[in-house]
């Protein structure tokens, strides 16, 4: 390779390695009613011949499953970390369900999308583990205390108070609650043997 390809190839390397088309980062705050969060990312910048952090991004939208009116809302905290995408494009109209146009500012850092967390391997619960193992799918949190577990035949609800809007507790729609948090049909009297 003569010296004028090499150098061409060291500016296209250069240039490539600039663009972010997705990478980890850390939650630091999380707005619920707005759905956005600050986040940092987790890498760091090449500048002259030190890496530099990426500065904190504020504002930026989270993935929320929305279909049909239908919603689940995610529950980040600080400390969390989370999967974010660069649009290829600004998305600031979009995010207000309008068109935006091309531009020269491709993946910009500004441009980014929280797609989800994932969970990393430092301090797992054993109980998440034991969670994680079940089939169907999954609703709960890490600690076990409460969760849904919806298979193809049965849904399992495990908690320790079911309360309503009002902070009732109710039972409605639930013919009978096991200890063990599974959903049968009664075997006795309906009001006995809840396992709250």
């Known amino acids: 390779m003569n010296e004028f390809a090499k ?36 890498l760091k910048k090449k500048e002259g011949f ?31 970390i989370v999967w974010v995408n660069f649009a290829t494009h600004s998305m600031q109209n979009a995010m207000l369900g309008q068109s935006d146009e091309t531009s020269e500012s ?34 709960g949190h890490e600690d076990g205390d409460s969760y849904i577990n919806i298979t193809k035949e049965n849904i399992y609800l495990h908690a320790k108070k079911i309360i309503n809007t009002d902070g009732i507790k109710q039972f409605d729609n639930l013919e009978h609650i096991h200890t063990s948090g599974a959903v049968s049909t009664p075997t006795s009297d309906p009001t006995t043997g809840i396992g709250i």
């Open 7 to 42: 150098l061409l190839d060291d500016l296209l390397k250069n240039r490539l390695s600039e663009i972010l088309i997705g990478c980890p980062a850390m939650v630091q705050s999380f707005d619920k009613q707005k759905a956005t969060a600050s986040i940092k990312l987790l």
């Open 50 to 80: 030190s890496f530099l952090p990426f500065p904190v991004l504020s504002d930026i939208p989270v993935n929320i499953y929305y279909s049909g009116g239908f919603f689940m809302k995610p529950e980040y905290k600080s400390g969390d």
């Open 106 to 139: 491709a993946f910009n850092i500004h441009d980014a999308f929280v797609v989800g967390a994932y969970k990393t391997k430092k301090n797992i619960k054993p109980k998440l583990l034991q969670l994680l193992g079940k089939d169907g799918i999954v609703l």
